[in-house]
DNA sequence: GTATACTCTACTAATATAATAGAGATTATA
DNA sequence: TATAATCTCTATTATATTAGTAGAGTATAC
């Protein structure tokens, strides 16, 4: 698995869209400010997470954009296999692979198949209701810090 | 965690030269052949995996390769990091990465580190003696069936 | 001295990544 | 209804990475 900077603006903009998860859409521009992600690509990373329905959009004047579903109900793995495609370290552990001449020989896919389950069950069973609640709980910590 | 062919190449040309530890150096071409790797490729493999210290070479004749040191001394680990690079799935897991305003405040840097460490733990554990007993394991079975 | 095999540097084609550009469509509201 | 704000869509671009290829050079056994 590798995230890009897309995958990772994409998982930025889902948590802060999860933030404010009820209260009416957010605009691309406050996103992109707040998130520090340039505005254009951001306008591309929505088009793609509305066309698979993790967020729904608004246009207009009060337009912008909200999840589609409750943060509890979004992983960080669906968001991340969408934008950065599968999490096995190599093709074959999921399909053919040219890579091998024999595949039921090698020795190698079993380990790689190992790595792929263990980071399945790291980043399937984290929802942004996590992240969330995590985040709220840092930003208090600052607070209290300052 | 991303094996791209030279990695992948990188493995199965350490586990063949496991499998030939102690018998002498082994012939870049007879590699090639053996492993389907083109051979022109190979040879660069071959020259970063010497520069490296996996393996040792010997010129002329009856040159070729030999890993430097016995295939349990040696792990997947070593060899994947080596070809393609740390195991993280994002930089910012080791270092600083300009992905993130505030890393303290991060909430998926974590994530990313237990992913680090899950895959770190699988492949580090794996030596190439470990590779070579499973691939002989497995040659054995295929030979019973027919 | 020559065949065999490793060594080294440079080049290339294809693909992915991280944007940027600009025209178009929709909607609240004055 | 005009218009400003906002999303929508298609192209284009610069850079880096990947997966090789090419070819001249060096060492060694016989
Ligand atoms: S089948 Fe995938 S590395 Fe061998
Ligand atoms: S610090 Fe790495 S994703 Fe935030």
Known sequence: MKITYKGDYALKTILDLAAHFGNGPVAINDLSRRLDIPTKFLEQILLDLKRAHFVESRRGKIGGYCLSRPP?????????????????????????????????????????????????????NVTFEDLLKKSKKINKAFTYQI
């Open 72 to 124: 509890a109900q979004i992983t960080l793995g669906e968001v991340t296999r969408f934008i950065n495609g599968p999490v096995e370290p190599i093709a074959c552990v999921d399909k053919k692979y040219s890579g091998c001449h024999d595949i039921g020989k090698c020795v190698f896919r079993d380990v790689w198949a190992e790595v792929n389950r263990s980071t399945a069950r790291i980043i399937d």
